[in-house]
């Protein structure tokens, strides 16, 4: 089963920022939070990883709660390519990698 | 690298036929997964491996799935026989042996079973 929860859908409009939440309350010390998307008809491809502290790259941002209980992928200026599935899993020492529903990000020109 | 390497990409098959899918994972990872998606189930792990050795298969629905890894660059993943019910789209991913690395995933396989 999956140990993270995580909003159905969202909505955003073209440009503006989408902060995509991700709950994941049983997350143990050693387990590396990540995030990975699902365009139409193609396979997860990565997003952003991170343990404690906050992340940046190119495509997004993912900011870690202090107590890691809960996380945030931040898309800083959404764009219709960005509609997709976005999936959180938390991924352990044992490399599992189990993935839930995801939220289905709705992009509005 | 040309990345994971899945085929076929669409399988049509008959109920009862055994139906093989293939992956070739990226030269130098040590993970290999496979995974099913469904509009209903969602997107399953049935297996992965670690060097080649499964290390978990609770996710195989049942004795009529079988995967194998025979080499490193190398892995399949057998329904015998196959079922209507086993129609999804079937997704192999690898990753290097840390937790702080990408996995990436194959195009898909589309399994259709009539």
């Known amino acids: 089963d999956a140990k993270t929860t995580q909003p159905n859908s969202m909505e955003s409009n073209e440009e503006e920022p989408v902060h995509l939440p991700c709950n994941h309350s049983?997350?143990?010390?050693?387990?590396?939070i990540h995030w990975y998307r699902q365009l139409p008809s193609q396979g997860p491809e990565y997003v952003i990883h991170g343990l404690t502290s906050n992340v940046n790259n190119r495509m997004a941002s993912l900011a870690i709660a202090e107590d890691r209980k809960s996380s945030t992928l931040i898309l800083h200026r959404a764009t219709l390519r960005d509609a997709a599935v976005y999936y959180c899993i938390l991924r352990d020492d044992n490399n599992d990698m189990r993935f839930g529903a995801g939220t289905r990000l709705t992009v509005k020109p | 690298d040309a990345g994971v390497i899945q085929s076929p990409r669409h399988e049509v098959t008959e109920m009862g036929q055994e139906v093989t899918l293939r992956c070739k994972p990226i030269s130098g990872h040590d993970y290999l997964f496979w995974y099913r998606q469904t509009m209903m189930r969602g997107l399953e792990l049935l297996i992965y491996f670690n060097n080649n050795v499964p290390i978990d298969d609770s996710g195989m629905p049942e004795d009529r799935f079988s995967a194998k890894m025979p080499n490193a660059s190398f892995s399949t993943l057998k329904i015998q026989p196959s079922e209507p019910r086993d129609s999804a789209v079937y997704f192999c991913?690898?990753?290097?042996?840390?937790?702080?690395?990408?996995?990436?995933f194959g195009q898909g396989t589309r399994l259709t079973v009539v």
């Open positions: 991913a690898s990753t290097q042996d840390r937790q702080n690395t990408e996995a990436f």
């Open positions: 049983t997350i143990s010390g050693t387990d590396y």
